[in-house]
């Protein structure tokens, strides 16, 4: 049994990865912006005053860094950009640095980053040896990991898994298009050519805890499944699942209207990524396709 410390621990990804730690009787502790009601085992941090209690992690085996500012949840003015950059590069930095100088390390840091880093880039087929996009979204991704050289430095194995959409019913992309959709007014986004990373909720919890627990592993690993789908296979599939018909295309202009430039990034940039590193280390997924990812998050509530 293990020890792990978590940020973002309330949030969808962090949740679900506790839960399951727990269950399988490791020790999880969280790091937490809410000093009022951290538990005696919890670990307080505040990212902007650049504190953290970084005695209550000393001997924990395994940090897993989820937290940031969200990025789809209001529109990006300049002020949300600042915070969405500030809170990873900031938050990554401080938990870097406080690891780096504890007497007990961690042997492993998974200091998260997303499928953001390679930009907007058509077709291409994408693996982690592919180099960064020049959107917001890359420059954020690229600062964050770089904020991360500290616990490098002083020789912790560290990995970035970037992670793609995440599958899940609570989850970004579902919270969006789900009614729309059941109403049946839901439809592809522009030509729908544009390419959308997924994974299921299952599935990136367990590939986290693949990652930790894979001593040979180290730098990005992409966590998305192992079958890309365009936008227009997307809105196929949720339209089977949901059995919903799926014929009222939605114009990128719209996108831009009512979401403006988050809108835009999010709904029409493509990114054709494969999870290389992780299926060559062995991984194997529970879901391999969106329909079977989509009916785990959508279906299987109900059935039960």
Not at 132 to 156: N, R, S, T
Request: charged share 20%; with cysteine; proline share 6%.
């Amino acid at each position: 049994m293990a020890r792990y410390a978590i940020t973002g621990s309330t949030g969808l990804i962090g949740e679900a990865l506790a839960a399951s730690l727990a269950a399988a009787g490791h020790q999880v502790q969280r790091v937490t912006r809410d000093a009022a009601r951290a538990q005696a085992q919890d670990v307080v941090w505040d990212v902007a005053g650049g504190s953290i209690e970084g005695a209550k992690l000393e001997g924990v085996d395994v940090v897993i860094h989820l937290a940031g500012e969200p990025i789809g949840a209001a529109r990006w003015t300049e002020d949300t950009k600042r915070r969405i950059r500030d809170s990873r590069e900031q938050g990554t930095g401080l938990l870097a640095r406080t690891l780096a100088a504890l007497d007990a390390p961690p042997r492993v840091f998974l200091s998260c980053s997303a499928v953001g880093f390679y930009g907007d880039r058509g077709d291409e087929i994408l693996t982690e040896d592919s180099g960064p996009g020049d959107d917001f979204l890359a420059e954020v991704c690229v600062a964050w990991e770089q904020a991360a050289q500290p616990a490098i430095d002083a020789g912790i194995r560290t990995i970035h898994p970037r992670t793609g959409v995440v599958i899940a019913e609570d989850g970004p992309l579902i919270d969006k298009i789900d009614l729309p959709f059941r109403l049946g007014v839901g439809g592809r986004v522009g030509n729908g050519r544009q390419y959308v990373p997924w994974i299921s909720l299952e599935d990136e919890v367990r590939a986290l805890r693949f990652l930790a627990e894979h001593d040979e592993l180290s730098g990005p690993v992409n966590l998305v499944g192992p079958e890309p789908v365009t936008n227009r296979e997307l809105t196929r599939a949720l339209g089977q699942v949901l059995r919903r018909p799926t014929v009222l295309p939605i114009p990128p202009v719209a996108i831009r209207l009512l979401y403006g430039e988050m809108g835009v990034t999010l709904a029409t940039v493509s990114n054709r990524v494969l999870p290389a590193r992780l299926t060559d280390a062995g991984f194997t997924f529970t879901h391999t396709t969106l329909v079977a990812a989509l009916e785990a998050a959508l279906l299987d509530g109900q059935a039960a």
